[in-house]
């Protein structure tokens, strides 16, 4: 749980960086990957995580710039579109906890899908969802073929353009 801005603005710069290091190497072929058919694809992921930080977002009483699932439910074709929604929306979050929130109201508890939670866990869940998608479409973009970016360090790519030996 937070339980300063700072802490938080701290963090979620760093993981929407990263979030947006993984938007910007995907390519439009690559929106339509999904691990089995009828999956969950790369495009629907890079989109649901867009679309839940104005969603979780407004159920906490923040007012996020970005879409929803509800205001535009199919996902975008142009990876480029998605990686700019992100990254308006990103902002827009930072913006919103620092402009609405305080240190002291972190505590404070919202209902959040049929709980209660204090403000300061839902910003960690914020960062841990998109966190968790993340990972799913590090996997579908080395199915797709796309270069996969190091998040928490280097990538198996970027490791070999370093001349080192990937770990197996």
Known sequence: MFR?????????????ESTLKVLRN???????QS?????RTLGFLAWHVTCTLAEM???AGLAIEGPTDKTHPAAPTSAEEI???YERAAASVLSAVQSAWTDAQLADKIPMYGEEWPK??????????????????TVLMRQAGVPVPGVYGPSREEWEA???????
Do not use: N, Y
């Open 4 to 16: 300063s801005i700072d802490d938080f603005a701290t963090e979620w710069t760093q993981e929407s």
């Open 26 to 32: 995907l390519t439009d072929a690559s929106l339509a």
């Open 35 to 39: 691990i089995v058919p009828g999956g």
């Open 57 to 59: 977002g407004g159920h």
């Open 83 to 85: 990686t700019a929604q």
């Open 120 to 137: 300061g866990i839902m910003l960690k869940a914020l960062i841990s969802h998109q966190a968790h998608h993340r990972g799913q479409m």
């Open 162 to 168: 370093m001349g080192v030996p990937p770990l197996p």
